[in-house]
């Protein structure tokens, strides 16, 4: 099975500053699809970002953005310009992109904090 | 109502009650989940239902039993839970391709704090 790690439990950032949240994941597969997910603390899980592992290039929306590294299995989230907002627990996930399969893999998760 | 939702949002039951969860999406969506989110653990996906059919059951033990009468709505039926059971139940629906690949891209509800006695 797809594991994905997020060696950061938490990470803190003053606000308007840039942070980035660190996940590595672990497949055979070629062609699959990578999530950064956002849960505040009202508990709704929000999508933040996608990304298509056959894209090279890497996605962007508004103040985030990724850097996917499809050789060394990393897909790391970059927050511009934090706001308090954005306090929040963060979690990474993987799909496969086989039609079939419905399984998303997530990681532990990293708590931010944004110091005002 | 928007995207997904889910009641109760907290729920206290004894080890001899039975409840159950609803969930309902306004999405139009064909494919609906469930997950527990425990502490410190990564979400487990436990129940998946594609097109009213349940296609994935992750070894869930059976006091947990799903339901999805429609596209639109989700149970989660629980009878003699455990302690350890306590956790937050979340939904989440999706709109599945079954030709070629999909995005496949989940929106989740906020979520049922359980809490088992």
């Known amino acids: 099975a797809q594991t994905v790690t997020q060696s950061q439990p938490e990470m803190s950032v003053q606000e308007a500053e840039t942070v980035t949240l660190s996940c590595t994941y672990d497949t055979s597969e070629s062609d699959y699809y990578l999530f950064w997910y956002k849960q505040p603390p009202s508990r709704q899980m929000i999508l933040v970002i996608r990304q298509e592992a056959y894209k090279q290039q890497n996605a962007t929306e508004n103040r985030f953005s990724v850097n996917f590294q499809k050789a060394a299995k990393s897909f790391s989230l970059k927050i511009s310009d934090s706001q308090l907002g954005d306090a929040a627990m963060y979690f990474c996930a993987y799909r496969s992109a086989d039609s079939g399969a419905n399984n998303l893999f997530f990681g532990t998760g990293t708590r931010l904090t944004v110091i005002p | 109502e928007t995207g997904v939702t889910q009641t109760p949002r907290h729920l206290v039951m004894g080890m001899t009650n039975k409840k159950s969860l609803k969930c309902e999406q306004h999405l139009g969506h064909n494919a609906m989940y469930w997950y527990k989110q425990s502490a410190k653990k990564p979400l487990e996906l436990m129940f998946v239902y594609n097109f009213k059919e349940q296609t994935e059951n992750n070894s869930v033990p059976s006091r947990f039993s799903p339901e999805c009468p429609n596209s639109s709505h989700l149970f989660l039926h629980l009878h003699t839970l455990q302690p350890e059971d306590s956790a937050l139940y979340l939904c989440?629906?999706?709109?599945?391709?079954?030709?070629?690949?999909?995005?496949?891209?989940?929106?989740f509800g906020p979520g049922t704090r359980l809490t088992v006695l």
């Open positions: 989440a629906s999706s709109q599945v391709i079954l030709q070629g690949t999909s995005t496949d891209t989940q929106y």
